[in-house]
């Protein structure tokens, strides 16, 4: 039962922001949402969460929509090692395991 | 302050022989995650332990996979009398809490069964 949707793939410019959507309608109220990637081979990197208030870190920027059913990952300034797979994943609060579905391909162009 | 260390990142075993795989986690973490990715497949959830504990074991195919965490050393993951089947990455993770607390990844074991 998958809680979040995401498109299969995109293509970004090098030097441009990167917007990745993430639709998550039937979230509750104590979920939060949890953007992982992983690069070709490796293991998953942690990237940002957030419950309803926007958040950035030095990575990346996640926008939550106010009814919290989407939210978008922005890659502010995307490089050619920005290239993998990104999920989105809803979370509860007490909730150890990731879910991780099939999330987007995101291809980095020179 | 090195991150989740797993080996060895690549394992060949024939069928029928005994897969083990290693993590050790963050410093300060005493939470340990396995989760397994077949090929042209997602991570799929396998093991949640703690220090001598296993918490959850619901991802666990129900023979041959065992898992432990001891109090010291590293945690293992041990497939036995592996099949064909068993060819996939398995990757660690650890966090330093419980619940809604992120999870560090390691660069996981590529495990090939000829």
């Known amino acids: 039962d998958a809680k979040t949707t995401q498109p299969p793939s995109m293509d970004c410019a090098e030097g441009r922001a990167a917007n990745l959507p993430c639709n998550h309608s039937?979230?509750?109220?104590?979920?939060?949402v949890y953007w992982y990637r992983q690069i070709h081979s490796q293991g998953p990197q942690y990237i940002i969460h957030?419950?309803?208030n926007n958040e950035t870190n030095e990575m990346a920027s996640l926008i939550i929509t106010e009814d919290r059913k989407s939210s978008t990952l922005i890659l502010p300034h995307a490089t050619l090692r920005d290239t993998a797979v990104y999920y989105c994943?809803?979370?509860?609060?007490?909730?150890?395991?990731?879910?991780f579905g099939a999330g987007t391909t995101v291809t980095v162009r020179a | 302050n090195a991150g989740v260390m797993q080996n060895p990142r690549h394992l060949v075993r024939r069928r029928g022989q005994e897969a083990r795989l290693r993590c050790s986690p963050m410093?300060?973490?005493?939470?340990v995650y396995w989760y397994r990715q077949l090929p042209e497949e997602g991570l799929k959830f396998m093991v949640y332990?703690?220090?001598?504990?296993?918490?959850?074991e619901s991802g666990m195919p129900k023979e041959r996979f065992s898992a432990e965490f001891p109090k010291e050393g590293p945690s293992i993951l041990r497939i036995q009398q592996v099949v064909r089947g068993d060819s996939a990455a398995y990757f660690c993770?650890?966090?330093?809490?419980?619940?809604?607390?992120?999870?560090?990844f390691g660069p996981g074991t590529r495990l090939t069964v000829t």
């Open positions: 993770a650890s966090s330093p809490l419980a619940g809604v607390y992120e999870q560090y």
């Open positions: 039937t979230i509750s109220g104590n979920e939060y």
């Open positions: 957030g419950l309803k």
């Open positions: 994943i809803v979370r509860g609060f007490n909730d150890y395991k990731l879910s």
């Open positions: 410093k300060g973490h005493s939470h």
């Open positions: 332990l703690q220090k001598e504990n296993i918490i959850d």
